[in-house]
Each structure stands twice: as C-alpha cells, then as structure tokens.
C-alpha cells in the first residue's frame, strides 16, 4: 500500500529539484522502504506521481541495484564481499549464512525472516568484513559475530 | 572556416560539423552502429573510433566536432585494430543464428563482420540468454541478439516520443524492454524497427517469410490512411507486398510512420476483398461479369437521366480515392449525366472549415507546411488529438514541445499528455465558452493587433459569458484560463491546429472564435485531416458548387470559360451538399446514388436516417474494395482497386500534391476512373485516357489553381503551394457573428465518434495487423462518468439512444476523457455510432452539427 | 602532524554544531563571507588544491570555468559516492564531522553564486543520511543555510539525494543523470559540467574531501596552506588504509607521504609480522605495485611515475597469504557488476575477462589464457567511453604485469600458489 504519508513525503521531496521527475529516486526509496521491494503497481503509481512514463521509471529502477524487484524478507543481510572483505574471509561468512538459512544470494527464507544480498564496497574495508543488516551497520566480522549480530533480528 | 585534415586530404566547412559528417562529405567511410541520423548522440558503441592527431586516445568520430586543423586518420593499423575487437566484444553474446534470423542480409552487425571479420570463438563460455519476447502480435523482441546501441530508445523516447521502451538493467544485462516486460502497449508506431541494426526488434507481420534478398522490387508510394501523405516503399515480391518500410529522410516523414502505414497495408492482401463485380438479382447480390455490371448501370443511369434529367441523380465521391478518380467522377456528373450533386464527407469539417478561414485570411491560408510546426514557439490544440487523427503531424506538436514551446490544448487530447503545458477541456458541447473566455484573456494579455478594424470590431459585439456562466458550463475555473493566456502572452510564432471535432460540437460558432484567436495570436493554420486527400476534392471541383480549381460554377463567366476551354458543358446551377442530397433521397426527389469509395450509411451522422432514405432509392451503384454496410444495400458493386495499385495523386493537409506509384496489380478491381470512363462511354460520351498522366495533364487544365505543375514535378518543390498558378483570392479580413443553429443544453453524457491512433475510416477494420493490435471497439469515458452511471472499467454496456438505435460494446474507463463524453470508435463491423447522434444543418456551409441527445447506458448482463 | 580535516572525527559529540563551532567550525564560512565571491575563486586557485575525487583536477580551475560561465542558477553537487573499493574516508567526515563538509559547500556556494546544492549520498550509507540530514536541519536552523546566510544576503539550499547502488554515478556526469532523476550513465563530454551540467546548467562537482579543505584555506590562507605537504599538489590528505596492516584505518598526512610510510610507520606494519606482497595505492581501478615500488610519494604527481594513480588514496595490503589471482578476479567481478553498459568495450570486455579469470581461479585455466586476458584487456583499454573500463583494465594489466607467476601457477598445477 501506498500510503498517504508516502505520497506527501515524495511530493515535498519534489520541491527538491528544479525540475519534477528528478525526485524519482527518493520516491522509489520511499516507497521501497515501506513495500520492501518495488512491484510493477508501484513503479506505475510512481509514473503517475511524478507525471514520468511507465517504462522510463523501469529503467531507472532497474538500473541501481539496491532497488528491489522481487519480494524480500524482513531483514536484509547486505554482505560486502569486495577485496578487502574476501581477503578478510567475507566468502566464509556467505557460505556460513547459506548454510544457516538454507538460501543462496538473492534468496528469502522460507519464514521471510532474512534475505541474503552480496554487496559491492560498503566503505569499510578498515574494519573488514562488513554488512549493514537493513540499515545497520556491523563490522569486524567474524562467523561467531554474524550469528550473534543476526539473532537480534526477528 | 575550419579546415580539417582526414587521411592526408584537406576538407573546409564554414561551420563545425562532427568528424563523421566530415569524413562523410569527403567520401570517406568510417564504420558506425550506435549512430543514426536524427537521434541524439550517443557514443556507446566505439565502432567509429579514429585518430585524432594530439590527443591521446582514440575518439568516436560520431560525437567529436572538428576544429580548425584537426588532422584525423581513420584507417591505421589501429583503428583496423579496435574495430575488430569492437565487433569481437559484440560477438561473445550475440548468437550466432543469421541463418534463422529475418534480419539477415540487411544486419548491420552482419555486413560490418563481413566488412571487418572477427576473431573467432576465442569465447569459451555460454552466452547471454534471453528468451524471445512473443508477447506482442507486431513486435517480436530477441534481446539475445541487441547489441545495445538504445539506438530503438533514443528513436522512441527522443522522436516518437512515446517513451514506451526502455534499457532495463545495466551492464552486460541490459536489455530493452517496455513496462511490462512483454507486450509492448505502445502507440506501434514500428520506428523502433526502422532503426534497430540488428534483428533485435521486429516486425512480426513477416515472420520466416521475408529474407532482404527476397526483394524484387521495391515501390516508393504515399500511405492511404490519412492527410499527412507520408511515403513509403513497398517491398514487393510476385505481386505480393512483403512489408512496408519508410526511408530515412525520405519524404514529408522523414523516414517515420505511424502504425497504420507501416502495418496496415495488408488490408490490400485481405481476403475479403472484393474481386468481381456484384449485380443485386432477386434480392441478392450475385457476382456478374464487368460487360454485364458496367451495361447495367450505364442503362439505368442513361434511363433516368433521359426521363428526369441530371437533378435526380446523387455522387458522393471519396477522399480516399485520387485527383485523377474524382476529377473523372465529376466530369461524368456534370458532362454526361449533367448533375452538380456531388460532394463528399469533407463536408464534414475539412470542407467548410477551409472555406471559412480563406474566406477570411485569404486562399491558401491553410496551406503550411508540416515541419513548420515543430518550429513554432507555441501551439495550440482545438477539436481532436493530432497524435491519433495525423500521427507523423503529431510528432510536430511534441517535438515543439521538447524545443520548449508552449503547447496548449484545448480538446481531449491523451496523445499529448506529458507534452502540453496547460490543458483546460471543457465539458463536452461548452467549448464556446472556453473559446469565447480564453479569447477574452488573450485580448487582455496580448492586446488587439489593430490589423483589421473591421474584425475587431465584430469582436467588440461578441456578448462575453461571464465568469460563472464559464465555470458553471465548462467546469473550468478561471485560472485554468489565465494560465493559458500567460503561455500565450509571448510566443510570435504560432501554429493553430484544427480538427473535426470542432465542427461538430460547436459548428460556425466554434471556428469564428478560433478565427478570432487565430487573428489575435498573428498564427498559421493547420486543418486536420482524417483520410489521404481531402484537399484533393475541393481542388478537382468535386463540391456541388465550385469546378475544378475551387471556382464558383454559378459564375457563369468562369463556367463559360471553363467550358470553352474543356470542351464539356457544366449545369448552371450549384447542386445539392451531402446532407441535402441524403434529404432529398428521404423525400424520394433523387431516383439514382453513386457511391465511389465511401460508407455513407455507416459513416454519417444520423446513420440510420441516411440508411432509411437510401433503401428507398432506385438504383445505388457502389465501388468500393470491401462490400461494405452500404455497398451491401446497392444495385450494383463495383470492386475498386487500393491505394498500393494505383497510380495518380493526393494533396496532403500541407496542399502538398504528390504522386502514388503502383505496386501491384489489384485482384480484381479497377481504378475509380476506369469504372467511370468504362460507364461514361457506353452512356455515349467517351472519355480517352490511357493512364493517371492523361488525367493530371487534363486537370492542370481544368484547375488553373494547379498552374503548369506537371506530372514531373510531382516529386519536386513545385507542387508545394503555392503552385503559381492563378493569382489567389485574398480574404476578407471580416467576420460575422455566426448564429447558433444548434441549441447546446443537457448534461448528461454525449456520445462522440473516438478517433482512433490504430484505425482510420471504416476500412481499417480490414487489416489483421491493426486488429491484432485492437479488434474491438470500446466506450471510453472519464471515471467520473463511469461512477455516475455506475459502470466500470471492462463491463458490457449497452447506449441507446433517443432514435431507438444502440449499440453493445465494452467500456473503458480512463481519465484521459476530461470532457464527460463517452467515445466510440466509428470503426467497426456492428458498432455504428454515427447512428446514435442527430445533427443540425449549418446554413452557411452545410455542414452537419452534432445534436447533443443525451443517451442512456447500462450494464448488459 | 597536526590535524585539519580529522581533527574532530574522535569527539563522540562531533556532530553537533555546538561542538563543531568550540573546535573552531564556521570560521572559514566567516571569513568567507566578508569576501569578494572571485577572491574567494582567487584564493582556491591559488592554494594548489587539487580535487580528492580521483582525478585530481585542480579546483581553483574547475571553479573558475565555472564562475566565468554567464548561465544561471548554477548548481553545487557534493560526490559523496565513495564507490571505489578500499575507500571509507569521505564516510569518516559524513558520519562524524558533518558540518566540515557543509561549511566546505557554503563556501563554494558563496564563491560560485550557486543557490542550490546536492549531496549525492551512495544508499549504502543510510546513517550517514540520518546524520546529514540533522545537521543540515541545525545548519538551516542557524542562518548557515537558506535564505540570507549569515546575515549577508546570500542564498544556498541544501539537501541529500540518495543514490541506489550505482558506483559508476561517482562519475561526474553519471550523477548529474542520477540527480536529474535518470539512468546513471555517463555523458558526452564537451559540454562539461562546469557549463552544462544538472538540468543543463553550470554545474560543479566536487568529492567530500575536496569541500572538507575549504575552510582550512580560507582560515590560513592559500600561502600557509600549499605549504602543507607536496608544493606540486599541497595539502592534508586522508589516506584509507585497509587489508593485512597493524592498523588499518584513515589517517590524515600531508600529501605526498612515501608509500612504505603509511604501511610501516603509521599503520604498524604487516599485520602479525607478514611480508608484504603487494599494495594497491589508489582504490581497485589503480593499477596494483609490487613491495619494490612503495618508495614513492603518495600523490597526483609521483604516484603516476611509479606506475599506479592516487585514485581515492586508498591504500590495499597485501601480504604473502593472499591469492592474487582471486583478488583480481573478485576486483573484475565488482566492474563487471558495475559497467553501466553504455559502451561495448566495458560492457561486453569486463564481462568476458571475469569469465576467464574464474576459470582460472577455479582451476580450469588454459594455455593461451594469460595472453588472452592481456588481449581483451588492451582491447579495451583506451577506448571506452568513461574511465571505469579503463580502470578494470589497467588493474588486470598491472596483476599480470606483477605477478604473471600467479597466474601461470594456477593455470599449470590447476590450483592456487598460497592456499
Ligand atoms: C568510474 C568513476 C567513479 C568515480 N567515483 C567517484 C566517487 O565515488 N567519489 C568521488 O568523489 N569522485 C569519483 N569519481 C571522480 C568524479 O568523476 C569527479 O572527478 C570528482 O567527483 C570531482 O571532484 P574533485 O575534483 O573534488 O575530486 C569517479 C570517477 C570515475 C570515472
Ligand atoms: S513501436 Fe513506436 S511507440 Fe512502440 S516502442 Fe517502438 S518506437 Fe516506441
Ligand atoms: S534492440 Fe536493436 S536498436 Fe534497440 S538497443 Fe538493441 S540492437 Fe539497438
Ligand atoms: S566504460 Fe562504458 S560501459 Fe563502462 S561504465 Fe563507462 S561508459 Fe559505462
Ligand atoms: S571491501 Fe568490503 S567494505 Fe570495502
Ligand atoms: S557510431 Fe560512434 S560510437 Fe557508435
């Protein structure tokens, strides 16, 4: 649903900009962040809103990969595994999740609880490996840690 | 001047032009595959890279603009080099199945592999896989095989401007797709298809049966299917037409068309065409022989002429049909059966509304060219959605809008949603008011232009709606005037685009006040205009009142010279418009109808009155290419060859003349002046022709509108207008306060004929390919009027009107109808909305204005 | 060293405008604003600033180009993407020293007359988002934003637009598209930004880092401050410091610190006592040195003669427990991901050499592959449209370069040297 409160946080996003259309990425934001993932309705709500075609808001929407296109679970498990990761275990803890939840990159628990996504550079390559659950951040992983991290999300 | 070194020659331009313009007008070929004339620059592809001296890296001749001594190479070790790997990253995910591929042969992917060569297999893993799209009944999709160049999305989102396709994804998943991923719901304009190199999108209509080199021959003609005369070439194989393509830059168009230019020229190929002449016996129409059709209807028409003489006889002749066909046709009323009624369904709105503004501003006021529409600084939109009724004209409209010009429309007009800056629609059949109060506005912001005190004064009587009678009829509030009045308040060069509407919902009335607009906005006009030649008939004397060329008959100084110079006589007396003549058959006062290439009995308003007065006359004689509704109540039916089989000429909306070019042999019809002269001459008087030449060089001398425009020039500036024949008329410069004939009340819903993008006339219906696109007919009305009358979107519906008449259809609910009518497309078989609505006749011009019956509607269960 | 642009990072409370201004902030803003907007461009020029993006542009440059152009409005974008991997300094002053930034901006936007400003914040910092947006709540609350700034007349809005996951849109003009609300794909270059940028419009971009310079220059002067660091390219410089070091982390030196400096001296060394094998200097699209080239000055000058790129300054240890075949090949992957797809070379190139060094990786190389991947890379090399594909190439050439040994390795024995 797209709430009425959603609908008056993108118009006011709309005075942003000079121009109408370029609040299009704060409305799919918005409307991610209560949906979870982005249906064709409302990628077709969104063209209404922002008077922008159908296929136009399509592209754009598939063109930023944080954008979600099919349903997600509850909690997001965005896991870096860029070279400063990998070198400090990051496949370890990927392989470790898909045992755990029995789900491979990309995949949703069967009880919605965790959706497992591979991230690119999450910019804390200091302080290696690193996810951000939804938008938590966590880092200095290791596999005892991640468990540990992940029972705090239902 | 900037001079330019490109592989050791020297090359001047007096203006910057990029590396690949350069290089081209020097004769020397840089290969390209993301670049297309006429869409934005893209530089994706790399194909065209080259050597520019001082910089370091290669540059895509497509994109960099030359300076002054540039020194450019274009064929080093390597560029040889880049090109190849170029094609090579092409070829890792491209399949390799040319073979299968409809594309093959005229593959640009192709020829520049042929061209380059590729290393070969050093790809070691699976491609990209995409399955093929078949989601569409036009369009097939096969990602597998783009190569990315969005080449088809810059033409749909920069040109067509439908937006309707997109690249989704990035990187080595980016596809094209429209919204929804399958069907592509989109105005199928097919231009997409022109511009894709590959065989990544296309045509589904000649699927596995077309190959480029099946091509035998290929035919550069007009389309059929409306006023903007775009052409095409018709691809041709054993007197079959493989497809219908345009050219790039070729034509008005340019190289673009609409889908029913592109796709719907397989109404020529339709089996229901018909193919022998048909003769009614005992009841029945059976097919007969020509001798036998063409004695029959000379022997009628010779015994009701000699009985009754020519006032008995009705023809109704057709914009559809060429110069050449309705210039015979009137030579063979007014000569052999010595009658003036002839008109035609121009009578309409394009007709009169042409006679009214020369009548003011002068001849040929109307007669501007397309293009110029795109320059404008401001638009303005009255009586129909140039998008859907002349869609190639309707890219104008949009591309005024992406140059930044204020577009304002003032009827239902979805098509240009997106692209207009103010939009106030009146509630259907108040529009005076809108017109009368934005003239007001416009007067306020813009002042008078003092160019004629005799105008402005006639706008000095006009009683002015106040500001609640506006708002109470129209449903707009004042703001939404004034706003309009403000995009109007600057702009110096305006194009006023009139459609059919406007004649029938608002009648005299409605044109004086766009005139008095048009004169205080100092803006060129553009008629709209629904089929191939309606400026055709005017210009080849086919009206009951004026002889070829536009010259009043009753003059007798101009009919006795015409006479002399002809060599056949013309009645005195003007005959009767359409609507008189369907009156005078009603009253049982005309004995004879000749229908040459239109629908009369589905096509005209009251639909079912005209169809009453037909059945009672004597003898209807109908040519046509389908047996249409009223070709199945005639005497006689003559089949009639199509546009693609024919050759003569059309004057487009722009009074452009142009020249169609025959494709193929017909299947057995006959051009409309063969039938005509084959009657004629069994009546006694012989008419020699031997080819649609021989007709033109008769009319250039009939119509000294046409001047010396010779068959030749066809092709040329000299049949632009104007033609530099006869001087031409000035206009009045006055205007008169028109009466109102046809009382404006109710507030129910009005039914209106719904112009369609994907259908034109009622002979589209005969294409598949447009009815694979839409097949069916629907009530489209806004959601208010829907909850009113509490339907929704998809239910069977039934309108009934006050007549008894209705008709059963779907209903589509859709807020882009904003001003409460409900539309129905007058399209197809069974579905006769002309026959719900009543009109008034106009005096002046005979033209018919709708009268607004409320109807009835209700769910069917 | 003293520090400018961290000085404050390890106050808990640095956020807040309070704290900010008692260390001193909203100084250079002061200061500003009693200046002549071209003395403003005059003293940036002047100070040797260059960009901290990647490029290195110089600014007062940049900005001059801009403030010549006679278009308005013009716009102000802050690049704060940070996608080059190995990078987490412009997240340092997002999250914890908010306002060095917004006063950074304030005073470009006084400089350049620009009233509108953007931050274009990658999505993967959502508390960053958080942080920024109350500070420049307090910024507006405190007449540093809006209307009539400072009481001088002037006028700068300011705001946050999220990206969504695009690392190419740290490019200048893949943002600008991003901004505008489209697909984040590169643009022709010329027009430039400068000229024609967001919604057509004088448009300048600058990183985190670059803004964050700002009112230390207008505080001390372009004369103080070009005396920081390398004459060539002055002033602080953070450096991100990842992979097998005692102490990873960001540290602040004058630009132009030696390589073997920052890994020995300031971050401990190798972590547990390793050996070194290799360091990436500048991010993943900087070509990779092996440990006899880490004598070299960090900076936009030396780093180039020693045959990588300052990049982001984000530097990448290696010691000898690392496979450098998978580094390269997951660092082909991350472009490969991240080509926007525009030109064929990166598109169809980065694609084709990930497949060919995971078959390696896995262990199903084949003879001819090294040479192959030295082929497709040099086909790509130099010709694509943006420097992103550049950027994979150069990384892989340099890997092969280095330690083609590696790749033989695995190639012939069908396995992996270190593990
Ligand atoms: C592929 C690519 C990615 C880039 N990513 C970033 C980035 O994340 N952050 C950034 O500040 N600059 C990035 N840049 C550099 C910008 O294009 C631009 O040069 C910079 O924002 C200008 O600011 P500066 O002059 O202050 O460095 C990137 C450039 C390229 C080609
Ligand atoms: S057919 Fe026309 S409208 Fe449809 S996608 Fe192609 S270009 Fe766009
Ligand atoms: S579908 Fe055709 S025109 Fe469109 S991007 Fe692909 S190859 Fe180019
Ligand atoms: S190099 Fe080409 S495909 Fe790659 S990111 Fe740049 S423009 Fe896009
Ligand atoms: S590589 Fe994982 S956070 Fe940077
Ligand atoms: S034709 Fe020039 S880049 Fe494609």
Redesign the interface.
Known sequence: MITEEIIKKIQQKKG????F??????A??EIQNTEGWLS?ES??KVSGM???????????A??????RHVPMGRNIIQIC????C???GAEKLVDLLKREFGIEAGGTTGDKRFSLVI??????????PAM?VN?D?HDNLDEKRVMDILNGYK | MITVTINDREIKFDKAVTILEAARSGGIKIPTLCFFEGLEKFGGCRLCLVEVEKLPRLQTACTVMVTDGMVVRTETDAIIRARKAMLEFLLINHPLDCPYCDKSGECELQDLVAQYGAEEGRFAEGKRRHPESFDDPIIVRNMERCVTCTRCVRMCDGVQRASAITVTGRGDHSFVEPFSGGRYDCEYCGNCLTVCPVGAIMSRLHRHSYRAWFVEDEIETLCGFCGVGCSMILQMRENTILRAIPRMGMGINKGLLCARGRFGYDIIESNRRLTTPLVRKNGELKAVSWAEALGLVAEKFSEIKEQDGGEKFAGIVSPELTNEDNYVFQRFFRETLFSNNIDSIIRMFYAPAQAYFEGIFGQGITANLISGIGKSDAVVVAGGDPTKINPVLGLQVRAASGNGAKVVSLSNAAGLKRFASSEPVARSGSENFLYSALLKALIDTRGLPGRSGSIEQEIGNIKWPNDEEITQRTGLRKSDIEKVAEDLKDPKNISVIIGPDIMINNGLMGLFLIAAIIYVLDARIYLLSERPNEQGVIDTGCMPDTLPGGRPLEISSFREKFEQEMGYGVPGQKGLTLFEMFEAIGKGDIKAAYVMGDNPVFNLPAADRIREAMSGLDFLVVQDAFLSETAKMADVVLPAALWAEKDGTYVNLERRIQRLHRAKKSVGGLEGWQIIAGISGLMGSRMEYNSARDIWEEITRASHLYGSVSYEDLATDKSLWPYKGEPLRSGKWEIKIPEEVVEKTGHGCHVYPDRLLFHSGSFSRYSPALNSIQAEPYAVMHPDTAKSIDIKDGDRIKIAAANGWSIELVSKVDNEIRDFSVRVPNVFEGVCVMSLVDYGIEPGTGAPVWKLSDIKIEKVQ | MQKFLLKNVDNPRSTDIREYRKSGGYKGLKKAVEMEPGKIVDEVKKSGLRGRGGAGFPTGMKWDFASRDPNFPKYLICNADEGEPGTFKDRHILERDPHLLIEGMVIAARALKVGRGYIYLRAEYPAAEVILDKAIDQAYKEGLLGENITGKGFKFDLSVHRGAGAYICGEETALIESIEGKRGQPRLKPPFPVNVGAWGKPTIVNNVETFSNLPLIIEIGPEEYSKIGNPDCPGPKLYCVSGFVEKPGVYELPMGTILRDIIYKHCGGIKGGGKLKAVIPGGISTPILPPDKIDCQMDFVNLPKAGSMLGSGAVMVFDESVCLVSVCMRAMQFFEHESCGKCTPCREGTGWLSNILERIENGMGRNGDIELLLEVASNISGKTFCPLGDGAAGMLLSFIKYFSDEFDHHIENRKCMVN
């Open positions: 942003d900009y000079p121009v259309r370029s609040a299009i990425m704060s799919l934001h064709q990628l077709y922002l008077n922008i075609p159908p296929a136009t808001v399509k592209g754009v598939t063109f930023y990969h944080m954008y595994t860029n070279v400063a990998m070198i400090m991230m690119e550079c999450i910019g804390a390559c200091g302080t290696a951000l938008d951040f």
